[in-house]
């Protein structure tokens, strides 16, 4: 099964500011969630919330970018945010972040 992803703002503007290997290195991890590849290493839920993270790693830095599935669409995930990671966890602000963004979200559908 193959998704799509939507590209809020904010997501698009942390896309545009990341160094141009580490942009290309995430986008190609979109891809292949988006081809249905299955791997907790580029893709995965975080905790209880509904929140999911595009993961992608490279020159030693961290990247995030945070989302969440359309209830109203069968395959699209819309990505909100993002973020160099520099803990271990996804830090709870930017979670919430998500949350807000994602309510906004629906309120204009």
């Known amino acids: 099964m193959s998704i ?3 590209y809020l703002q904010e ?17 190609h991890n979109i891809s292949m969630v988006q081809m249905g590849v299955k791997d907790t290493r580029i893709f995965k839920k975080l905790g209880d919330s509904d929140i999911w993270e595009f993961r992608s790693e490279y020159d030693g830095n961290a990247y995030r970018l ?3 599935w359309d209830k109203t ?37």
Not at 75 to 91: C, E, R, Y
């Open 11 to 27: 997501a698009q503007e942390f896309i545009e500011t990341m160094p141009s290997k580490a942009r290309l290195k995430m986008l």
């Open 66 to 68: 945070l989302s969440f």
């Open 73 to 109: 669409q069968k395959s699209l995930v819309v990505a909100t945010h993002g973020f160099d990671k520099k803990t271990q966890k996804a830090p709870q602000n930017e979670i919430r972040h998500a949350e807000q963004i994602r309510n906004e979200y629906y309120k204009t559908r």
């Open 4 to 6: 799509e992803v939507a």
